[in-house]
């Protein structure tokens, strides 16, 4: 059912202009529910309603809204939040597929360039750009310990193993020698801004 529904979105995304040539073989080799978690709060980036899912409630509902065009809060409150009832302010989360694949094609990525990725969030964008460019040239900073533990699993579980940091990247990282910078997603708020 993943498969099909992955396909599915591929085509959504490849008629919106959302998913280039250059980027669905990576699409492809990365599976976004590799990414999310069993619980999470999906957030529609048009008008449809905001609700939770629940792989172990409702395991199609789930990989349904995986692959999905929508944004999928990970985290609430650093961690306090709770993902059932959605209340709490977002502070991880796997941006909507329409919303990451311009921005990384934006990026107008070469073989050999180095990327630094501010806010590792569920680890699928620095999976992507693993895909594409090798994980030797990817470096992800993610401020929150417990996001960057989950990414880091997810990340491997997915085959890929770039340089994963834990610390506040609101001013980069010293020792990325990164050719792009990607910020592909932002919380409403920075919680442990040093």
Same mark, same amino acid.
Not at 89 to 118: N, R, W, Y
Not at 139 to 145: C, R
């Given at each position: 059912?993943? /498969?099909?529904?992955?396909?599915?979105?591929?085509?959504?995304?490849?008629?919106?202009?959302?998913?280039?040539?250059?980027?669905? /073989?990576?699409? #492809?080799?990365?599976?976004?529910?590799?990414?999310?978690?069993?619980?999470?709060?999906?957030? !529609? *980036?048009?008008?449809?309603? /905001?609700?939770?899912?629940?792989?172990?409630?409702?395991?199609?509902?789930?990989?349904?809204?995986?692959?999905?065009?929508?944004?999928?809060?990970?985290?609430?409150?650093?961690?306090?939040?709770?993902? @059932?009832?959605?209340?709490?302010?977002?502070?991880?989360?796997?941006?909507?597929?329409?919303?990451?694949?311009?921005?990384?094609?934006?990026?107008?990525?070469? *073989?050999?360039?180095?990327?630094?990725?501010?806010?590792?969030?569920?680890?699928?964008?620095?999976?992507?750009?693993?895909? @594409?460019?090798?994980?030797?040239?990817?470096?992800?900073?993610?401020?929150? /310990?417990?996001?960057?533990?989950?990414?880091?699993?997810?990340?491997?579980?997915?085959?890929?193993?770039?340089?994963?940091?834990?610390?506040?990247?609101?001013?980069?990282?010293?020792? !990325?020698?990164?050719?792009? #910078?990607? @910020?592909?997603?932002?919380?409403?708020?920075?919680?442990? @801004?040093?």
């Amino acid at each position: 059912m993943s /498969e099909q529904l992955a396909t599915a979105l591929a085509a959504h995304l490849t008629a919106s202009g959302s998913l280039t040539a250059s980027w669905h /073989e990576h699409y #492809t080799a990365v599976p976004r529910h590799h990414f999310i978690p069993d619980v999470a709060w999906v957030v !529609s *980036d048009g008008a449809g309603a /905001e609700y939770a899912i629940d792989r172990h409630q409702d395991a199609p509902g789930w990989l349904q809204a995986v692959y999905s065009d929508a944004s999928i809060v990970t985290q609430l409150d650093a961690g306090t939040g709770d993902l @059932r009832t959605g209340k709490g302010t977002p502070t991880s989360s796997c941006s909507a597929p329409g919303i990451v694949f311009p921005m990384l094609q934006a990026l107008d990525l070469l *073989d050999g360039h180095k990327v630094l990725e501010i806010g590792t969030g569920s680890g699928w964008t620095a999976a992507l750009l693993s895909a @594409r460019l090798g994980s030797q040239c990817v470096t992800s900073v993610e401020v929150d /310990e417990a996001v960057a533990a989950r990414a880091a699993e997810a990340i491997a579980q997915a085959g890929y193993g770039p340089r994963l940091i834990v610390a506040d990247g609101a001013d980069g990282w010293p020792d !990325s020698s990164s050719t792009a #910078t990607a @910020r592909p997603s932002a919380a409403s708020s920075a919680p442990h @801004r040093s």
